[in-house]
């Protein structure tokens, strides 16, 4: 069985920072594109930042400059640096993996995502 557990939200108040992480646990063999998500209450889903296997990012206009994305791929994790934070990044953080190809039975997972995690920005 595959998870994605986030970890590193919480409240914090405006300018200020948190880290996100994102672990990949089971049989992995390895993972293809993983990002970030949120949805504010009201909102769609919207992209964050996703990160592909060799490091390139891609970041939603409003986050860049901001928030930075990276990965480990030893341990399948993803990270979200979030600095300069506005009330209006309020929202659940979802992790989320393109494609998972799993070691054993090999099996590839698509659109994996994880639980979210609460940010809220408020003073």
């Known amino acids: 069985q595959v998870q994605l557990v986030e970890s590193g939200g919480g409240s914090v108040q405006p300018g200020g920072s948190l880290r996100l992480s994102c672990a990949a646990s089971?049989?992995?063999?390895?993972?293809?594109?993983m990002g970030w998500y949120r949805q504010a209450p009201g909102k769609e889903r919207e992209l964050v930042a996703d990160i592909i296997s060799s490091g390139r990012t891609n970041y939603a206009d409003s986050m860049q400059g901001r928030f930075t994305i990276s990965r480990d791929n030893a341990k399948n994790t993803v990270y979200l640096e979030m600095n300069s934070l506005k009330p209006e990044d309020t929202a659940v953080y979802y992790c989320n993996a393109a494609t998972i190809i799993l070691r054993s039975p090999y099996k590839r997972l698509y659109d994996y995502w994880g639980q979210g995690t609460q940010v809220t920005v408020s003073s």
């Open positions: 089971g049989s992995i063999l390895s993972i293809g594109a």
